[in-house]
């Protein structure tokens, strides 16, 4: 048996050192990164040799990698880095991870060609500048092999603990029983699909409504097949916390069922939710846990390897016993884990991490994909970006003498582009080339000032300078099909108007879709998914996705559907829409006392009708989100839904509280839906109505219909949590009655009987 490393993954391994050193050293963006390593190779004379495939044996290591490039004439092997900035400033553990790469396929092109000696070059190369700094050492091949030989030992005895692991975890899941004694209906069939798709290697998007188990019945088989798929890595992704627990507690049910279970499972959190001194810096100078993070991280990542379950808790306690970051050390163990538990973004971002250590390492992964509706605007806003002209206005007030004229410069062509604009949103078919200019010129600035200056960062100039890469980066994928651009203009007629400017992806599907075929299977699963052709145009699904519609395990009985025809809830019959409601609501409450959750198109039509409730009923006790509640806010709104307990909660449609929250039996016995949950009736969302329009020939649906809808099915699925649960659903609103909405809600639902019109 042998084990497969990538020249990178070994160097990072064997030859990192000292401080972990985040100090501000902007680097070029991946499509940069391509393009310096084309010019670099285009300059060279015709026989060089570029991305030239090398392997090599060490014990049970397998060595693998590609060169940058090779010149036969000079016999000169080159690893070209891009970079932007002042090279000087390059921490010297970075220099001497790049001449570990570089030594190491020295030493694998000397074997294959069996020759005596090399040149081995770093090739530094300025993205702004386009200019290099070559960097040449010559090596015997002896000396080479010495190196090699090395640093594969250091990574040795970390390559046998991993094979030993990797076979017993192969068995361990082989023998893997299902942990409780038997299927909750439709989970069976919803794990046998997706056990399906990973053997035959295809994208399912499985419908599986609240309350069959969904976590553990993707998570389950998935693991069942990773020894027959020799599958490298599971990646269970989410788009909230609670979809993250639910993942954790499904691995805790399994350790439970099979103690000794050889499964590492990981929770990757965000920097700020891991980080130990939010007020430092990260680098040794600032924060101790980066002070020699490197020399500690060995100990650190052998005591976490022993940790089967690395949640966020675990993983912070190992880290602070070595006193290393733990957001770091949960970056270094994603490397060595089986079950990965984490947000979207970690996947599919610009940046991901964990896309990225996928392609590097050429593993075999499989895809979960938890609350998948969510993947459509998460993936939106994920390649989109937008400007402030008044965040630009404020940097520029107190910037540096250094960075007065580009901002200046920015701010002028900002000023050109939206000077005849008379609307106050207005898209356009074209990118701004001058003002692109302009910003690229800006970053450059602002890239080198914080080279220059590494300590005490403005953290304003920091935030417009991400904003501005982000910016850059979308624009660069930018078509008038997949985004739209636009400028949406305050203070009109002014003598001053500032604006904002977006870029906006419209269809995620170009960018999603590779990511989904780069897994070995991709699972896509949500009680809300229909109609599907609709997640299949905007996440862009292989044409051979499987589709599941898997049959609820709730009988018609369990939930009482009223439909309410008689009220609408359109913005021009809003006013009159309230004391209706709120007679609706204390006739329903005072018919069955219990817990209930109203939910509203917005804040403001939430806080009409509490209002109203509040006076015409004062002994009907409630409780109301409000705008940007924290973590603690949440958890004290649902600790009033107490067993038995008797009142409202009212919440807006499509947030914090109409998906992913569990309230069974007494604790929520039913649900008022105050609206089809449709998007603002405003010029963006027209707009993407026209675009929907001219790709798909379905344009409200598109942007308003299903939307709204899966917000509606997201919050009822709220009341029936289990096979006792009991409860009444209200859908206030005309249009409820229409058979096409109608048509777009759950088939078990009972809506047979005529709508309640009185």
């Known amino acids: 048996m042998s084990y497969r490393v990538a020249v990178r993954a070994l160097c990072e391994f064997s030859a990192k050192a000292g401080d972990l050193d985040l100090r501000f050293t902007p680097s070029p963006t991946a499509l940069e990164g391509i393009a310096g390593h084309r010019t670099v190779a285009s300059r060279r004379n015709p026989g060089y040799q570029s991305e030239v495939a090398l392997e090599g044996r060490y014990a049970e290591l397998l060595v693998k990698g590609r060169a940058d490039g090779y010149d036969p004439a000079q016999n000169l092997l080159e690893e070209i880095k891009t970079y932007r900035g002042d090279l000087e400033r390059m921490p010297d553990n970075h220099r001497q991870l790049h001449w570990a790469q570089a030594k190491v396929y020295g030493w694998l092109l000397c074997q294959s060609l069996q020759l005596p000696s090399i040149r081995v070059s770093l090739v530094y190369f300025d993205v702004l500048s386009e200019g290099e700094t070559a960097l040449v050492q010559e090596h015997s091949a002896e000396a080479l092999e010495v190196f090699f030989n090395r640093q594969c030992a250091l990574f040795l005895h970390w390559a046998q ?3 030993h692991h990797r076979a017993t975890r192969d068995q361990a899941t082989r023998d893997l029983r299902f942990p409780h004694a038997e299927f909750r209906r439709g989970q069976r069939p919803l794990a046998e699909s997706v056990y399906k798709a990973v053997s035959t290697g295809r994208c399912l998007l499985a419908q599986a ?3 069959i188990g969904k976590t553990l019945g993707t998570i389950f088989p998935m693991l069942k097949a990773m020894a027959a798929q020799q599958l490298d890595t ?3 992704l989410t788009a909230k916390t609670p979809g993250r627990q639910l993942a954790l507690d499904a691995a805790r049910v399994l350790f439970s069922g099979v103690p000794g279970l050889a499964l590492r499972v990981l929770e990757l959190v965000a920097r700020d939710k891991a980080c130990e001194h939010l007020d430092k810096a990260c680098h040794g100078e600032s924060c101790p846990l980066a002070k020699g993070f490197y020399d500690r991280l060995p100990a650190a990542r052998q005591a976490a390897s022993q940790v089967p379950l690395l949640d966020r808790q675990a993983l912070r306690e190992v880290a602070l016993e070595h006193q290393v970051c733990p957001y770091y050390l949960s970056q270094e163990m994603a490397r060595w884990s089986d079950l990965v538990v984490a947000d979207y973004n970690y996947y599919f971002d610009f940046s991901a991490l964990l896309f990225g250590l996928a392609q590097a390492n050429q593993w075999q992964v499989a895809v979960l994909v938890d609350e998948a509706h969510n993947l459509v605007e998460r993936g939106r806003g994920m390649y989109s970006a937008s400007l402030d002209q008044q965040q630009l206005a404020s940097v520029r007030s107190s910037a540096p003498q250094a960075l007065k004229s580009p901002l200046q410069r920015l701010n002028r062509e900002w000023n050109a582009l939206h000077k005849e604009q008379v609307a106050e949103y207005q898209a356009y078919a074209q990118l701004p080339a001058a003002l692109l200019k302009a910003l690229a010129l800006c970053v450059a600035a602002l890239g080198d000032y914080f ?5 005490g960062l403005d953290s304003g100039l920091q935030g417009l300078y991400f904003e501005l890469l982000q910016f850059a980066r979308v624009a660069e994928l930018f078509d008038e099909q997949q985004f739209i651009f636009d400028i949406s203009k305050r203070a009109l007629g002014a003598k001053r108007s500032l604006s904002r400017l977006s870029l906006r992806n419209v269809v995620p599907a170009a960018l999603l879709g590779p990511r989904l075929a780069a897994a070995r299977s991709t699972v896509l699963f949500s009680a809300t998914l229909n109609p599907r052709g609709y997640y299949a145009d905007l996440l862009g699904l292989p044409d051979n996705t499987v589709w599941l519609d898997v049959e609820s395990p709730f009988d018609a009985g369990q939930l009482e559907v009223q439909i309410v025809s008689r009220i609408s809830t359109r913005y021009a019959h809003r006013q009159a829409s309230l004391a209706p409601i709120v007679e609706l609501m204390a006739r329903q409450f005072a018919a069955r006392p219990g817990n209930y959750l109203a939910f509203f198109s917005s804040f403001d039509y939430l806080q009409q009708v ?18 940007g509640m924290d973590e603690a806010s949440r958890q004290d709104f649902l600790q009033q839904f107490r067993p038995e307990g008797q009142g409202i909660g009212f919440a807006v449609l499509g947030g914090a509280f109409g998906e992913g929250i569990d309230l069974p039996g007494s604790k929520l016995i039913g649900a008022f839906v105050v609206t089809l949950g449709l998007p603002q009736l405003n010029p963006l969302n027209e707009q993407m109505k026209q675009r929907m329009a001219a790709l798909f020939g379905s344009g409200y649906d598109y942007t308003y219909l299903y939307p709204g809808l899966q917000k509606v099915v997201q919050a009822a699925g709220r009341v029936i949590r289990g096979q006792s649960d009991r409860g009444v659903l209200v ?6 009655a229409e058979p096409r909405v109608r048509q777009l809600l759950p088939s078990w639902w009972a809506l047979d009987a005529p709508p309640a019109g009185g």
Not at 611 to 618: N, Y
Not at 731 to 736: K, Q, S, V
């Open 161 to 163: 603990q991993q094979m």
């Open 209 to 211: 409504p609240t309350g």
């Open 234 to 236: 599971l990646l269970f």
């Open 451 to 455: 080279n220059e200056q590494p300590r």
């Open 610 to 627: 509490a209002g109203l409730l509040t006076r015409e009923h004062p002994d009907i006790a409630l409780w109301c989100q409000s705008r």
């Open 731 to 736: 859908l206030i609103d005309d249009r409820f």
